[in-house]
């Protein structure tokens, strides 16, 4: 203690000290610009500075948002009887299979997109730690994400995930909960991970719609998505009637129905309404989801911290609102047991949120 604080008087007068103090644990890697605390993180810095220039062109777009699918499409791969590797990239290596499963639709778009940089860096990084790479990777752009956890480690995939593990749109709370649950979710955590939807958008639900957001903000990681999509629903942005669809409130948004029946339940509809207007609750309970997920069916102890490699994403500046054209009594409140933040209401004419511009 008093050592530390010796120093620091210390260091403000004779920086030149620093060099006397043992070296820690650190390692400079031999780019000579990077530092890493493991030095088998070392190779991933230029893989990293690739996709944030090269893939995501430093932006919360559709690149971005196709990233953070993958994650949740290859991850969730894996059950306790039925089998798969879970967090392996068993989603593009295997996509002959993987992309036959209905729930992957659009997964082909997002393997065009993500898979020659995968393809790119396989001599580097292995296709499981490479999608886990990608996804912390997409948040760093996207204000009010958080950093997540990036670990190392995850060995080849041997095998296509077997079918009906992936969530649809149309499947039921119930359902939602149990295929959670069986890998390790609580619902807590199930409506914690739904933040990503904040920085989302659909390509297929309506296909006459390619690329319609999922809240007002989706090139921002807020909790704008809880509101929106607990206002009353009354439009449909494109032609509606489609499975996995329903109503909407914004113009140029499309709901899920799985969205909208996770933020009306018994089961979750409080736990939805607790991330309204409360940014540092979804950073960290989506963060440590994020990670947990990146971990299915994956042997935890055998991977490498390489958590140094993740820049901090941007932070969140704005603010959560009513939006303009609504006043709170558009709100369907669900949660029977506290009220819904009082909000203010965004002045102006009612949002016609535009699609989001297509890899
Ligand atoms: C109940 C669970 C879930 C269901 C039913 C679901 C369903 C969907 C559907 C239907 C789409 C639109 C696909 C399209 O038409 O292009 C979508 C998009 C998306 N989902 Fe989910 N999802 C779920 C959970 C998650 C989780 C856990 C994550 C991430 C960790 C995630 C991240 C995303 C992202 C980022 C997009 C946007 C993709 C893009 O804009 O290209 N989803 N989801
Ligand atoms: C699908 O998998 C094959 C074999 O692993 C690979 O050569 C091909 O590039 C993959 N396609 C996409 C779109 O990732």
């Known amino acids: ?84 590797g879970g967090a392996d990239g068993s989603i593009a290596i295997f996509n002959a299979t993987e992309l036959t499963f209905p729930a992957n639709a659009g997964i082909d778009d997002v393997l065009d997109v993500v898979g020659p940089f995968l393809q790119k860096w396989e001599h580097v990084i292995s296709p499981g730690d490479f999608i886990q790479l990608a996804g912390v990777l997409s948040l760093v ?40 649950g069986s890998v390790g979710f609580s619902p807590e955590e199930v409506v914690a991970l739904l933040a990503s939807h904040s920085a989302a958008g659909a390509d297929d639900v309506d296909p006459s719609i390619p690329g319609t957001p999922f809240d007002s903000t989706p090139a921002v990681f807020d909790t704008q998505f809880f509101v929106d999509v607990q206002m009353r629903g009354t439009i449909f942005t494109g032609t509606g009637g489609n499975q996995g669809e329903v109503e909407s409130s914004i113009q140029g948004t499309l709901r899920l129905q799985s969205d909208h029946e996770l933020a ?22 989506f963060g440590a989801a994020l990670f947990k997920l990146s971990l299915l069916g994956q042997n935890s102890a055998s991977l490498i911290d390489c958590s140094d490699v993740i820049p901090q994403p941007l932070p969140f500046t704005g603010s959560v ?24 209401i965004q002045p102006g004419p009612p949002l016609v949120v535009p699609p989001i511009p297509q890899a």
Do not use: Y
């Open 1 to 84: 203690m008093g050592f530390k604080k010796g120093l620091s008087t210390l260091l403000f007068a004779v920086p030149v000290v620093f060099g006397l103090v043992p070296p820690q644990k650190r390692a400079t890697c031999p780019d000579g610009v990077n530092s890493a605390a493991n030095a088998e993180c070392c190779s991933l810095f230029q893989v990293r500075d690739d996709l944030l220039n090269n893939l995501f062109e430093n932006q919360c777009g559709d690149e971005a948002h196709a990233a953070l699918r993958l994650v949740f499409h290859d991850a969730i791969g894996f059950d306790p009887k039925a089998g798969g």
């Open 141 to 180: 752009n996207c204000p009010g994400a958080p950093k997540v956890k990036f670990a190392i480690g995850r060995p080849q995939p041997k095998a296509a995930s077997p079918p009906d593990l992936v969530p649809n749109p149309f499947d039921s709370v119930p359902t939602i909960l149990s295929r959670f």
């Open 264 to 285: 009306r339940d018994s089961a979750t509809s409080c736990i939805w309404q607790s991330f309204v207007n409360n940014q540092a609750k979804v950073q960290s309970e």
């Open 321 to 344: 609102t009513i939006p303009p054209g609504f006043t709170h009594s558009d709100v369907e409140q669900a949660c029977a047991t506290s009220p819904f933040p009082n909000l203010p």
